[in-house]
């Protein structure tokens, strides 16, 4: 244990040491699942998370671009891509979100769908940030 602390005092900081691998654990088994998914092949994952980052802002402009024009299909779609992009990483509450607004833009609620955007937003947005801190491990 002393030769533990002495190597992480010479390495830099222990606490941060300490700390950067426990964020790094959690990040990995955040998305074990989606990883097993891929045949465990991390690059494909990487490459997958990419897909997502580089989609979602569109999607969700989309989405955004629909509820100001009353365009209920380009609700519908932009929606159920995205909740197909959110079950990939088992992010089921965004995927409700996604679900509720394809559902409701479908019957022409439009009412509804603001409010429901705004909270599959805040879900994009929260799996955006942990695949970001993913992706720099």
Known sequence: ???????????????????????????????????????????????????????????????SSGLKNRDAQEIVLAAHRLKGLLLSYDEKDGANHAAMLEDQAASVALELTRSTAQSLSQSVDDLTDRIQRYLTL
Do not use: V
């Not at 533990?4 to 950067?20: C, D, N, V, Y």
């Not at 991390?42 to 979602?56: A, V």
């Open 1 to 63: 244990q002393e030769l533990i602390g002495k190597l992480e005092i010479w390495a830099g900081t222990p606490e941060l040491t300490s700390q950067s691998a426990a964020t790094a654990t959690a990040a990995e088994h955040e998305f074990a699942d989606a990883l097993n998914r891929l045949g465990g092949d991390d690059e494909l994952l990487r490459m997958q998370m990419g897909y997502f980052l580089e989609e979602t802002p569109i999607l969700l402009s989309r989405i």
